[in-house]
C-alpha cells in the first residue's frame, strides 16, 4: 500500500511497528504464503466460497510465528523481488501507474531498458512463491504430509476454482489481466503521443526510464511514460485533433509520424481503426468496474463522416469554440468552395462529379448540424476534472456515435437535469438556483461547492423530558 493511501472496512491494512519497510515486507510475503492461507481458510467455512470474507478478525486471530532476523531477511528480499517484477509487468499496461511503454516497443528496447519476456517473469515469481511457502513450512512446524495436503489444495484450502470465485466476488468485475494485443496497444500509444499524453522520448531513447521507486512510495502523479509537465509535445495542439485527411492536425497522420519516428510499422487500415475500432477499444479499456472514463472523445457528425477528437485532459470554457472557430467554420468554408467549383460546370460534369457534389453537400448539411450543436452547449459549458469524465461529457451526449457511450450519457445527462449529481460543479452551471437552495440546507454539497455560508444549521432539538405515565394514558 503507497504512502498516502486510505484504509476502511472493506480495504483494511495490516500494520507493524514503526511502519518499517523490511518488516512491511516481510510480513507481506509471510500473509501471502500457501501456509497462512490455509490457516486463514480453516476459520472460513472453506465448503462455502461465497460465504467467504476476510474481516479484519480473522486474519487477526491467525498465529503468525516470531521471525528471526535471518528468515525476516529472506522474506523481505524475496517480497521486494516479487514487487518489482509485478511492477513489471505493469510497465506494458496503458492504464497503470507503471506505464512505461508498450508491449512492442519495451521489447524492442531491450538493449536499453534490459530484457522484458512475461513467460520468465512468471516463472521467476513461481520460484519465489515456493521459497517463501518453504519458509512458512518451516516456521509452523508442517510435517512432510502437511505440506503435502497444503500444496495439493486439501485440507480445507480453496482449490483453484473456488479461488478464482473468490477473486471475482472481491475485485471489479472489469478488472483483468492485460491482454490487449500487442499492436492495438501500440497504436493507443501512439494516439496518445499525438495528443500529448505519453512520451516519445522514451521510446527513442533521448530520455532515461526513470528509476524504479520503492514498495511503499507515494504513488506519482504521473506514470513514468506520460510526457512530464512543461516538457514539449509531440505535436503542439489545443486539445482537439481531427480526422481529415490533409489537415494539419490530422490525428492519423500524427500517429502514422510516431510509428515512422519509432521504427514501427504503419498498419495500412490505420484509419480505418480510428473510425471503427479504436474508441470502442479505448472505452473498454478506460473502464473498470461501474467506473467508465474515456479520455479520447470522438464528436462526430451524423454519418460519422467528420470526426473531432477532444483530449479530456487539455478541456477548457474555451474548447468548444476553438471546435467551431478552428475546425468546423473552415471545413465548411473549404466544402463551399469546392462545391460552388462543381456547381458551376453545371451539365459538364461528370458522373464522378456529380457523387462528390452529392457527398460534399450531405456533408455540409452534416457540418452545419454539427456547428449548430456545439454553439448550442459552449455558452454554459464550464468543464471541472473534479467532476469526471462521465458528468464532463454528458451536456455532449448526442455528438458521440457509439451506442453503448451514448446511453450512458443520456442517462447521466437525464440524471443531471433531475438533480441527482448537484454536488458537480457542471450542475451548479447549468442550475445555480436550484444548486444554491440544496447547499442552505444540505452541509455537505455547500462544502462541496464552496458555499458554506449559505448553509442554516437547523434549530436544535430539545431532548424529551419523560416522565410516569398517568393512569389511562396511551404510551
Known amino acids: 500500500m503507497a504512502t498516502g493511501c486510505i484504509f476502511a472496512d472493506k ?11 523490511s518488516k512491511l515486507l516481510a510480513l507481506l510475503a509471510f500473509a501471502n504464503s500457501r501456509a497462512f492461507g490455509l490457516l486463514v481458510s480453516l476459520q472460513l467455512a472453506a465448503a462455502d466460497a461465497a460465504a467467504r470474507s476476510y474481516e479484519v478478525g480473522v486474519i487477526q486471530r491467525t498465529p503468525v510465528p516470531d521471525l ?18 509485478k511492477r513489471s509487468l505493469d510497465t506494458v499496461t496503458e492504464t497503470s501507474h507503471a506505464f512505461l511503454l508498450p508491449l512492442a516497443l519495451r521489447q524492442a528496447q531491450a538493449e536499453r531498458l534490459g530484457a522484458f519476456e512475461p513467460p520468465a517473469i512468471e516463472a521467476e515469481l513461481a520460484r519465489i512463491q515456493a521459497e517463501i511457502d518453504d519458509i512458512a513450512f518451516d516456521l509452523y512446524g508442517f ?39 500487442s499492436t492495438d496497444a501500440l497504436l493507443s500509444w501512439a494516439l496518445g503521443v499525438a495528443f500529448g499524453r505519453f512520451d516519445i522520448r522514451l521510446a527513442t531513447g533521448e530520455r532515461a526510464a526513470p528509476p524504479e521507486p520503492e514498495p511503499f512510495d507515494a504513488l506519482p502523479a504521473k506514470s513514468p511514460g506520460m510526457l512530464p509537465d512543461g516538457d514539449p509535445p509531440f505535436h503542439a ?30 498498419p495500412a487500415e490505420l484509419r480505418r481503426w480510428l473510425q471503427k475500432d479504436f474508441f470502442p477499444f479505448h ?20 454519418s460519422g463522416s467528420y470526426t473531432l477528437w477532444l483530449y479530456y485532459s487539455s478541456l477548457t470554457s ?4 476553438s471546435a467551431i472557430n478552428d475546425f468546423v467554420e473552415p471545413k465548411l468554408a473549404e466544402g463551399e468552395t469546392e462545391a460552388a467549383t462543381l456547381r458551376s460546370k453545371g451539365s459538364a460534369r461528370s458522373r464522378d462529379e456529380e457523387k462528390r457534389l452529392e457527398a460534399l453537400t450531405t456533408l455540409q448539411a452534416e457540418l452545419r448540424d454539427l456547428r449548430d450543436q456545439l454553439q448550442a452547449v459552449a455558452p454554459q459549458y464550464q468543464p471541472k476534472h473534479d467532476d469526471g469524465v462521465q458528468i464532463t461529457a454528458a451536456p455532449l451526449w448526442p455528438l458521440f456515435r457509439h451506442k453503448p457511450w451514448q446511453k450512458v450519457l443520456k442517462d447521466t445527462w437525464a440524471k443531471l437535469e433531475k438533480g441527482d449529481y448537484d454536488w458537480a460543479h457542471l450542475a451548479m452551471t447549468y442550475w445555480p438556483e436550484r444548486v ?15 458555499l458554506e455560508e449559505l448553509y442554516v444549521e437547523p434549530p436544535a432539538v430539545p431532548k424529551g423530558v419523560r416522565g410516569r405515565k398517568k393512569k389511562g394514558e396511551i404510551a
Not at 11 to 21: I, K, L, S, T, W
Not at 238 to 264: K, Q, S, T, W, Y
Not at 436 to 450: F, T, Y
Open 11 to 21: 480495504g483494511p491494512a495490516a500494520f507493524v511497528e514503526d511502519d518499517n519497510p
Open 68 to 85: 528471526t532476523s535471518e528468515y525476516s531477511a529472506q522474506l523481505t528480499t524475496l517480497a521486494h523481488r516479487a514487487w518489482s517484477l
Open 143 to 181: 510435517s512432510d504430509a502437511d505440506r503435502a495436503a497444503a500444496l495439493g489444495g486439501s485440507g480445507g484450502e480453496a482449490s483453484d476454482g473456488e479461488a478464482a470465485e473468490d477473486a471475482d466476488a472481491e475485485g471489479d468485475e472489469d478488472e483483468a489481466a492485460d491482454d490487449t494485443p
Open 237 to 266: 495542439h489545443a486539445g482537439i485533433l481531427v480526422d481529415d485527411p490533409g489537415h494539419a492536425h490530422d490525428l492519423v497522420r500524427i500517429a502514422e509520424r510516431v510509428l515512422e519516428r519509432v521504427d514501427m510499422p504503419v
Open 283 to 302: 472505452l473498454q479499456r478506460y473502464s473498470k468496474s461501474r467506473r467508465k472514463a474515456p479520455i479520447y472523445w470522438p464528436l462526430s457528425t451524423a
Open 318 to 321: 474555451q474548447t468548444l469554440y
Open 436 to 450: 444554491r437552495e440544496k447547499c442552505r440546507h444540505d452541509k455537505s454539497l455547500a462544502i462541496a461547492h464552496g
